[in-house]
Nanobody, 119 residues
């Protein structure tokens, strides 16, 4: 089992910045993927950004150049720095942890943290 604890989020004006963090603990395998997904009202959950244990990074096209994903020195914490926030970034952001490789891998999700961008 892996436990995920999210922090950050909140209310910000357009053009502002927020930082999300997610700390993972438990039975963590060396092969893993950490990251963030988001779900806006009435929409499906979508990828925001992920980072693998080898530091390969993926971003959604909509956040490239504005969001930066990183790991903390502790390695089991993933951060998402969100700059130049748009109204369309309003969503519940979920921490994601893909633990292990191949068919035995298990996905874990945080409870979600709300990000609201206002005018």
């Amino acid at each position: 089992q892996v436990q995920l604890v999210e922090s950050g989020g909140g209310l910000v004006q357009t053009g502002g910045s927020l930082r999300l963090s997610c700390a993972a603990s438990g039975n963590i395998f060396s092969i893993n993927v950490m990251g963030w997904y988001r779900q806006a009202p009435g929409k499906q959950r979508e990828l925001v950004a992920t980072i693998t244990n080898t530091n390969y990074i993926r971003y959604a096209d909509s956040v490239k150049g504005r969001f930066t994903i990183s790991k903390s020195a502790a390695e089991n914490t993933v951060n998402l720095q969100m700059n130049l926030l748009h109204l369309e970034d309003t969503a519940v952001y979920y921490c994601y942890f893909h633990n292990g490789g191949g068919f035995s891998a298990v996905d874990y999700w945080g409870k979600g943290t709300l990000v609201t961008v206002s005018t």
